[in-house]
Structures are given as C-alpha cells and as structure tokens.
C-alpha cells in the first residue's frame, strides 16, 4: 500500500506552508525534508519522523515503528491536526541531525 493523494494533500496542507519543509515523492511514497535534512516521510497513510532525542521528548508516548518491511523503526506522528507541534516537531529533528555532506 502506498501513501494516498488525499493524506499527503492533508499533510501538505499542515507543513508545507513552511519555506524550511519540502517533500520528494518516492516509489509511492514521500519523503520529508526541513531545512535540506531527511526528518521522515510519509508511509502507508501514516506521518513517520527519525526517533531522534528531541523527537522522543516531544512525542514520548508515540509508537516505534517500521516505515516499510526491513526498514529502521521510525516514531508515529498520531496528532497531525496540531501544526503547531508538527512545526516544532520537524524543526527538534531536523536541529539533532547532523549536518549533510558538502557536495564536491
């Protein structure tokens, strides 16, 4: 099963208002960007961010689970309604990763 137009235009809707969040569609799916940083993506109908520490923190009840067969556990966003927290959510994640690799 992959992500339905009608979830991924609700997503859009709550975050993509934002200049420092983006998405690239990918084999069905999307995966989500803040500020260039891989933060989660959108799976099955369901919002998944990286398990960082911030991450934990903010959503400490959230579920682990797995984005798709052998893939790493990610936290399951349940409050999708609630911009405010998926803002702050995505900015906690995106601050505790580490800065990408310069491009020669």
């Known amino acids: 099963m992959s992500t339905s137009i ?14 420092e969040v983006s998405y690239r569609p990918m084999m069905g799916e999307y995966i ?15 919002l998944l961010v990286k398990p960082t520490k911030s991450a934990i923190a903010i959503l400490p009840a959230a ?12 936290l399951l966003v349940e409050e999708v309604e609630d911009r405010d927290l998926l ?3 995505l ?3 995106a601050a505790d990763l580490p800065d990408g690799k310069k491009k020669r």
């Open 63 to 74: 579920p682990l689970v797995s984005p798709y067969e052998g893939g790493k556990d990610m």
């Open 87 to 89: 803002k702050s959510l």
């Open 91 to 93: 900015a906690a994640v």
């Open 32 to 46: 989500v960007y803040y500020g260039g940083k891989v933060v989660g993506g959108l799976y099955d109908d369901r």
């Open 6 to 19: 009608d979830y991924f235009e609700f997503i859009k809707e709550q975050l993509f208002d934002n200049p």
